[in-house]
Nanobody, 119 residues
Framework: QVQLVESGGGLVQPGGSLRLSCAAS????????MGWYRQAPGKERELVAS???????TYTDSVQGRFTISRDIATNTVFLQMNILKPEDTAVYYC?????????????WGQGTQVTVSS
């Protein structure tokens, strides 16, 4: 069973930075896409950034130019560097990964890490 373990959330002032990490373990097959979603109170979960194996990163418009996603294939780890944080970035951030096997796609989620941007 694939497990995703996140770290790096916390409280930061507007304009500050945080770096999230997510380490995957337990895979029988190679991970396809890894990425980050977030869910703010009263809102639906939304994709923040993702990167497919061998592909280019994609970002939601609201974080373009401020967030950077990177991935270490060798250690099955994905990072999210978040700069110039805004109060509207406050949310629980979830790591996501998927595996393609036997003609199907399997989705896996981390437990979530809280990011709070406030003065």
């Amino acid at each position: 069973q694939v497990q995703l373990v996140e770290s790096g959330g916390g409280l930061v002032q507007p304009g500050g930075s945080l770096r999230l990490s997510c380490a995957a373990s337990g895979m029988r097959f190679s991970l396809n896409t890894m990425g980050w979603y977030r869910q703010a109170p009263g809102k639906e979960r939304e994709l923040v950034a993702s990167v497919a194996s061998g592909g280019s990163p994609t970002y939601t418009d609201s974080v373009q130019g401020r967030f950077t996603i990177s991935r270490d294939i060798a250690t099955n780890t994905v990072f999210l560097q978040m700069n110039i944080l805004k109060p509207e970035d406050t949310a629980v951030y979830y790591c996501h990964a998927d595996v393609k096997a036997f003609g199907r796609k399997y989705d896996y989620w981390g437990q979530g890490t809280q990011v709070t941007v406030s003065s």
